[in-house]
């Protein structure tokens, strides 16, 4: 019970908005196919946050999460946000890939000893966009999920985000449960990694 307890809140922090409200659903999770021959190599630099699920609590703007590869073959990350005080908000977590036949399905863990959060890379182009999808099941009896569209710069076309949504469709999520993300009004705000 107690590890289940600090799965949720790894899921939670995944995307460094505790307050984000998360979302319940009963049964197991769905099992979307991932990104082919998924190369972390590529994968690695600042993501900025296009949308996500759910977002019923915006804490911050401007969220985005750089990614970069370790000695040891696992990834450190960063996320960033601005909150409304004009502070930074910033969280640092390890992703790691478990099985490497499955290179595309990585675990992020925020604190040691904590079990990782899902982190499945469903589709990306390593350039421009990625939808990654994070869902936890509990007892058997039903699970939350997260979802990112996330972009390597402030906007992603109407195109691709609408081929991302048929992606989560199909993966039986509900799309009509994302929210945008602003990404207004960031610069000049000393978030780290933004150009
Ligand atoms: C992953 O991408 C990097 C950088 O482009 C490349 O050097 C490496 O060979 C790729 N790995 C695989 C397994 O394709």
């Not at 399905?105 to 421009?128: E, R």
Request: proline fraction near 4%.
């Amino acid at each position: 019970m107690e590890m289940k307890a600090f799965q949720v809140l790894s899921v939670l922090l995944l995307s460094a908005a505790v307050t984000d409200a998360q979302s319940f659903h009963v049964g197991k999770c769905p099992e979307p196919s991932v990104q082919e021959g998924f190369n972390v190599t590529q994968y690695t630099g600042t993501w900025y946050e296009i949308e996500k699920l759910p977002a019923m609590f915006e804490r911050g703007k401007c969220n985005q999460a750089t990614y970069s590869l370790l000695s040891d073959g696992t990834v450190s990350v960063h996320n960033e946000e601005l909150l409304a005080n004009g502070k930074i908000n910033s969280i640092d977590g390890v992703a790691k890939v478990k099985d490497p036949s499955q290179p595309a399905i990585l675990g992020v863990s925020f604190f040691k000893g904590v079990p990782d959060a899902p982190y499945w890379v469903l589709s990306t182009d390593y350039q421009s966009y990625s939808l990654v999808y994070s869902c936890a099941d509990y007892f058997g009896l039903f699970h939350i999920d997260f979802a990112w569209i996330l972009a390597r710069t402030c906007v992603l076309t109407e195109g691709v985000i609408s081929q991302l949504h048929d992606k989560l469709s199909a993966a039986g999520v509900n799309v009509n449960r994302l929210t945008g993300s602003d990404q207004t009004g960031c610069d000049g705000h000393g978030l780290r990694h933004r150009k």
